[in-house]
């Protein structure tokens, strides 16, 4: 066997067990952090589970700003809520009502935030000189190791997304060539929803995976 190679193969039944089921019964917590403090070392496990994922080139692009700062959250929180007020605007009649009884952060209420960033730029990178993006798809696959580890350590994750990019930066000190690609909200939970929780509050459903495979090609019949 050429040096640096290990055997292949499929996981144990208990193994495959344990890795879907930290697939599917992750969610996106807003409202069910316990006070509890996140432990040193479970941190460090989640963030090398991050650390861990895929990147273009092996560029590995990813940075953590972990905020515990109550005064530094305050001001996020203040951020979200001037950008929550505007998104609430977009929608109209029920939708709109329905939007405002959504809990969509727990800034304040978990124990820890981390902010992931993708820092930008660097020449040429192997596999990114086609598609510039790709540094942010490595940056995201980083946040879905994160959240699939945080849920087998029993620590919910809700990404909050209803931001200024700009505020961001000028909270969190980010320089212009960084991207925040997500602001992560941390803690210990008691409890998740069976399903995605905007199913549970009616919001929208989770489409059946038969509406998602196509085949060889895109149906012309097709518009999303």
């Given amino acids: 066997m050429p040096p640096g190679l290990k055997p292949a193969g499929a996981f144990s039944a208990e193994e495959r067990a ?12 807003r409202g069910q952090f316990l006070p509890d403090p996140v432990e040193d070392a479970v941190l460090e496990r989640i963030l090398a589970a991050a650390h861990a994922a895929p990147s273009v080139g092996l560029s590995q692009p990813w940075k953590f700003i ?26 109209e009649g029920e ?40 540094d942010l798809y490595s940056a995201a696959c980083a946040v879905q190791n994160l959240w699939l580890a945080a849920r087998s350590e029993g620590i ?11 505020d961001l930066r000028r909270i969190l000190r980010i320089p212009d060539h960084v991207v925040p690609v997500a602001y992560l909200c941390l803690g210990h939970v008691r409890e998740l929803f069976d399903g995605p929780e905007l199913e549970a509050r009616g919001w929208g459903r989770r489409a059946p995976l038969t ?10 019949e097709t518009d999303g």
């Fill in 18 to 29: 344990a890795v879907y089921r930290a697939i599917h019964e992750r969610r996106d917590v």
């Fill in 66 to 91: 972990v905020i515990r700062a109550p005064e530094i959250r305050a001001e996020i929180r203040a951020a979200f809520e001037r950008a929550n007020d505007e998104a609430r605007q977009m929608f």
């Fill in 95 to 134: 939708r709109r009502a329905l939007y405002s009884a959504l809990k969509l952060q727990g800034i304040s209420e978990a124990p820890l935030n981390i902010c992931v960033t993708c820092t930008r730029g660097g020449g040429v990178v192997l596999g990114r000189t086609h598609d510039m993006d790709t």
């Fill in 156 to 166: 919910g994750v809700g990404w909050v997304s209803i931001f200024h990019q700009a």
């Fill in 211 to 220: 509406e998602m495979v196509f085949r060889d090609q895109w149906p012309p």
